[in-house]
């Protein structure tokens, strides 16, 4: 409202400024004059918490402190899978391995007793320099692929493409894998004498004394249905030539050892197979297993496990009370005329709007915010007691949830504002907002709607706003479900609750055009 | 006097409308028909109910036998969307007399409590029967053209919808009635907390809210309870045809638990309307 | 006003009603008896509105009953019939016509469309009958209040401040129309917190205060008990004049340099004594109280008056 036709003399522009505040303090004192209202934000923050941690209050599947686990966790903090077969020697300093891949096959099980032959996409096996036998530990590794062809991976997340084809008995690839100091370099060949290099790393205080050798595992087949998609256990088999080492190789036997015990929440052995290795004649090795090396992410591929937006599953709950005081606090002003003593009190009714907003959106983001950052901790810490995973995130992703939800119900608040001056009925704005927020969702996350309609739900109403709260991560080198069913939203974060945002601006917007262009 | 009293019995008309229910059953259907916005808003709902049926069935594919889809409950994914409208009509009923003080006009001119709510829940649901129909007979006949061009042919398993099929039928009338239950559940709210606002928050946070925390329950023993109790959950089991088994619960059993619901919010709606000064 | 108990009337009988720790209704009594206009005043606060909810059966009592000829207004039939009444002209749903209100409200009686012309012929609403009401002006509201009062010709109406917002042009016609309505046989009770409105009006008057009936009276004894019988004489002679008057047995104030105050005689007999006795003076005058000073009077401490016997009531 400072935006004035003529320019003014600073002395007005001063008397608008603290004009509005008056307005707000004005605002701000009929706000929290209504014992309803402020009782209905208090109760908002409680069924957020109370929802919250009720919903997630399911007794583990193992029952009471059975496995109190949780995921391996990388060097950058996060949650990853870390299951292989591991055919390692112990390598002081640097050192080279090369090796051939004769073939990489696999073996999925498709239910009742029905096999697939054939590797899957993203089954891997190759060269792998790790610095301990712990899950987690820092590691580089050059690789054959089911599907994508020779990769170089280190610590989880990185993943660089190399040549692309795949390794039969006829077109075996050369794979290399040199350690000098704490840069990994690998490269591969298809003739053994014509090298490229597929990538390096730099794995910054990598231990002198790392293990190294070959690997294999497979992550579990994922097939795709009209009806839905299907996850299969499969193993995954590679047939290495005979090894060449230089460098600090120690002068023991090969050793085999199943990383993690298991083939964590990514892979499955089938009921027939199980990981290990056989010395081949001529000094080759045939290496079996299941698991995969990367990052953990949502959906079927997550396990039994808590993220953490799942313990803010109560925002709904508070944000349908917020919707509704939101609403009310102009709507009440229409019904019993009350607007024409605020208008009287301050003319300028864009101001009059603007303070609303803020006193609303303000109330609106304190609710959000202290509701997040109580209910995140005690879900947390509840979810591990009962033996559940929790999806670890960085602090950095846990202010953002936290500030985000706080946004979310801010923006909430200034969208139900604006939609009840526009609409002037309190039922109607009321139904319109809660349903355009929450029944995009439910219709998105229901399982109804191919996920690209869904997917288009979430990005274009304002349940995109929901966005901020996500926290799982998605890779192109993990297959899951990314979809809005599994948590997975369309927009990123930010620009999720931007679309809402846009949605509460623009309301906010006509409804001043609106209350300016009309007789209150 | 005489004469005044004589004047009065002249003034009386329509026999048939004698009894007291009656009575107060025409003046609410009066007053539901000149309320203006009860029209518009049950075309609303109609109108929703069918757009998003069409939407669902022409976005659903069916690429194959077995694709393992429900298409008679795919082309009634309208009623998820047409019952918000529904329920902010019902919840419209009550709280706008309640927020001009007409509540007060009405209770002067029929003083039994009990027959004023129950007036307003027969004329309410008639309305959302009739408008209900029409929305599952349209959405359901939009179905039939819409689907077979999608992959739901009898090549893939799927004959046209159709009202002989009997599961059909129960899913039609199924959601007809689902419809009805949710305009009283909004009838008993609004009698209860008055408060036009309030009233749609209490019966949306009652419908949406299930289905929102089942999603993260992780437990599958919970998660089929909570499912069995939801009103919405539950109440749209009645429109499933296909994978009855599969279901936290039966198709009529889980209107029945919607039935509850309304007949729960109609009962705490009366109790206070009887108890409360108007 | 003949065979009061049979007629159809409103009886309040010893209501108690309490909000919170305020005491709305203290043993409120009384009673509306046909063929006249009953006003029903008291300051703001006193509990009108809530005795004629409670008259209604939309407001529970603790203690005490109202009745409607003579029963329960709950138990009424069609209590339109019985009692019209106009609480709260505003509480109206804006997007019905003023038609159409009347309309629900004859169907909930059972009666036809027929009436509800006939009523808004009555009520002057004329052609703005079938516009929305959320456009209408107060006077156009009072008029449909009005209008719905009426709608089950009923015997009895009452009307809760129905002066409110209206313009002088209104309120003259409002005055009319409820002693028409009285003429025609109906009980009328009327409330307002304004003795002004009613001084015309009304012929007679139940006052309460604080929740409780101060005075049931007509309106003739309300001014003279007001008025005390004091006549203003201006004379030339006042103390030949006090000493006539005093002699005849009357009260005896000076006022003023030239007047005197004189109770206990009526006028015209002061006149024949003055001139009986060649007193001379120049103007006899009875002092006249408005009904308003009547009802300030008796409303300043309304706890004062809770003894006393007040006119028709204690028959």
């Known amino acids: 409202m400072t935006a004035t036709v003529t320019p003014r003399p600073s002395a007005t522009r001063r008397a608008e400024q603290s004009g509005f505040l008056r307005t707000l303090h004005a605002e701000w004192t009929k706000f929290r004059t209504v014992r309803g209202w402020v009782l209905a934000m208090a109760g908002a923050l409680l069924v957020t918490i109370v929802v919250g941690l009720l919903g997630t209050a399911a007794p ?46 696999g073996v999925a099980d498709t239910g009742t007793g029905q096999t697939a032959q054939g590797a899957q996409s993203w089954a891997k096996a190759g060269i792998i320099v790790k610095e301990s036998l712990t899950q987690g530990a820092p590691y580089a590794a050059v690789m054959a692929t089911g599907g994508h062809g020779v990769r170089m991976q280190y610590d989880y997340t990185h993943d660089t493409a190399g040549p692309s084809g795949k390794v039969t008995q006829e077109s075996p690839r050369w794979l290399r894998l040199v350690r000098f100091g704490d840069i990994l370099t690998g490269s591969s060949s298809t003739d053994g004498s014509h090298w490229s290099e597929v990538g390096h790393a730099k794995l910054p205080r990598l231990a002198r004394t790392v293990q190294a050798g070959l690997f294999a595992t497979s992550p579990q087949g994922k097939q795709d249905t009209a009806a839905g998609t299907g996850f299969s256990p499969a193993v995954a088999t590679g047939t290495f030539g005979r090894p060449v080492l230089t460098g600090g190789w120690s002068q023991s036997a090969w050793s085999g050892t199943q990383m993690g015990g298991d083939a964590g929440t990514s892979g499955s052995y089938t009921n027939t197979t199980k990981g290990g290795f056989t010395q081949t004649d001529g000094g080759g090795f045939t290496v079996t297993g299941a698991g995969d090396i990367a990052p953990v992410v949502g959906g079927p591929v997550m396990g039994v496990g808590f993220s953490v937006e799942n313990f803010l599953v109560g925002t709904f709950a508070g944000l349908i009370v917020v919707i509704a005081v939101g609403t009310v606090f102009i709507t009440g002003e229409y019904r019993r005329g009350l607007l024409r003593t605020t208008m009287a009190a301050t003319p300028l009714r864009g101001r009059v709007l603007g303070a609303k907003a803020l006193v609303a959106g303000g109330f609106a983001f304190a609710i959000g915010l202290v509701a997040a950052a109580i209910t995140i901790p005690i879900g947390e810490s509840s979810a591990r007691g009962r033996g559940f995973r929790v999806f670890p995130v960085t602090s950095a992703t846990e202010v953002r949830v936290v500030v985000g939800t706080g946004l979310l119900c801010a923006a909430a608040a200034v969208l139900a504002l604006g939609v009840g001056a526009l609409l002037q009925r309190s039922g109607t704005a009321v139904a319109l907002v809660i349903a355009s927020i929450v029944l995009p969702f439910l219709l998105a ?10 997917e288009w739900l979430l990005r274009v109403t304002p349940a995109a706003g929901f966005a901020i709260q996500q926290t799982l991560p998605q ?24 679309v809402l945002c846009g949605y509460a601006a623009l309301a906010f917007g006509l409804a001043v055009l609106r209350l300016r262009g009309r007789d209150v | 006097m005489s004469l005044l009293r004589s004047a009065r019995l002249t003034s009386t008309a329509d026999g048939a409308w004698r009894g007291g229910f009656g009575r107060a059953l025409r003046a609410e259907w009066t007053k539901l028909r000149t309320a203006g916005d009860m029209g518009r808003l049950l075309l609303l709902a109609v109108a929703l109910t069918v757009a998003v049926g069409c939407g669902t069935a022409k976005a659903v594919k069916c690429p194959d036998t077995g694709c393992g889809q429900d298409a008679v409950k795919l082309a009634l994914t309208g009623v998820t969307v047409g019952q918000a409208v529904i329920a902010v009509l019902a919840v419209l009923a009550v709280s706008s007399e309640y927020g001009t003080g007409m509540i007060r006009t009405t209770l002067t ?97 009652l419908l949406y809210l299930f289905p929102v925390v089942t999603q993260v329950v992780n437990d599958p023993e919970w998660q089929r309870h909570l499912q069995q109790i939801s009103p919405m959950t539950a109440g749209l089991a009645v429109q499933a045809t296909v994978h009855l088994h599969e279901l936290p619960i039966g198709p009529w059993a889980g209107l029945g638990v919607l039935a509850m619901w309304a007949a729960a919010a109609l009962l705490v709606g009366s109790l206070l309307l009887h108890r409360r000064d108007a | 006003m003949s065979d009061e108990s049979t007629k159809a009337t409103i009886e309040v009988i010893g209501l108690r009603k309490r909000f919170g720790p305020q ?41 005490g009953k109202a009745l409607v000829d003579g029963v329960p207004y709950r138990t009424l039939h069609c209590p339109l019939r019985h009692l019209g009444a106009l609480l709260d002209a505003s509480a109206l749903q804006p997007s019905r016509t003023a038609r159409n209100h009347l309309l629900w409200l004859a169907h909930s009686q059972g009666l036809s469309a027929r009436r509800v012309d006939e009523v808004i012929e009555q009520a002057g609403l004329g ?73 015309d009006t009304a012929d007679h008057l139940v006052v309460i205060g604080r929740g409780r009936v101060v005075a049931d009276t007509s309106v003739s004894e309300l001014l003279a008990e007001a008025a005390g019988g004091r006549v203003t004489l201006r004379t030339s002679a006042p103390p030949r004049a006090a000493q006539v008057l005093h002699g005849a047995g009357a009260t005896v104030l000076a006022t003023g340099p030239d007047t005197l105050g004189v109770t206990g005689l009526p006028d015209e007999e002061i006149v024949a004594l003055l001139a009986r006795n060649g007193v001379p003076f120049s103007q006899v005058s009875a002092h006249r109280a408005t009904l308003e000073e009547a009802y300030m009077e008796l409303t300043r401490d309304a706890v004062e008056y809770r003894g006393i016997p007040a006119g028709e009531a204690t028959r």
């Open chain 1, 60 to 105: 583990a599947p193992g029952g009471h402190g059975a496995d109190a686990a949780s995921y391996p966790k990388g060097p950058g903090g996060e949650a990853v899978n870390d299951s292989f077969y591991f055919v390692h020697k112990t390598l002081t300093g640097d050192g080279t391995l090369t090796v051939p891949l004769r073939s990489l096959t």
């Open chain 1, 445 to 454: 996350t229901s399982g109804v709607l191919p996920p690209r309609v869904s």
């Open chain 1, 475 to 498: 890779y192109a080198q993990v297959l899951s479900v990314y979809e809005p069913s599994t948590g997975y939203y369309p927009l990123a974060p930010w620009a999720g609750l931007a």
């Open chain 2, 109 to 205: 001119a029929v003083p039994n409590r009990p027959t004023v709510l129950t007036a307003k829940a027969t004329v309410l649901a008639t309305a959302v029967l009739i408008s209900g129909t029409a929305a599952v007979l349209a959405s359901l006949l939009a179905g039939r053209y819409i689907l077979p061009g999608n992959g739901f042919t009898e090549a893939h398993g799927y004959a046209p919808l159709s009202l002989a099929d009997g599961s059909t039928l129960r899913a039609a009338v199924g959601s007809v009635l689902y419809l009805v239950l949710i305009a009283l559940i909004g009838l008993g709210v609004a009698t209860a907390v008055r408060e036009a606002a309030t009233a749609i928050g209490v019966v949306l946070g």
């Open chain 3, 23 to 63: 005491l709305a209704l203290d043993g409120m009594t009384f009673t509306v008896r046909p063929g006249r206009v009953t006003g029903f005043v008291g300051p703001n606060g006193a509990g009108k509105s809530t005795t004629m909810r409670v008259i209604l059966g939309l407001d529970a009592a603790e203690e």
């Open chain 3, 127 to 199: 052609t703005a009958a079938r516009r929305k009401t959320g456009g209408f002006s107060l006077g156009m509201r009072q008029r449909l209040g009005i209008a719905a009062a009426l709608l089950g010709d009923p015997p009895v109406v009452m009307l809760d401040e129905p002066f409110n917002g209206l313009d002088p042009d209104g309120i003259v016609w409002m005055r009319g129309f409820l002693s028409s309505l009285a003429r025609q046989g109906r009980a009328v009770l009327v409330s307002s917190h304004l003795m002004s409105e009613l001084e």
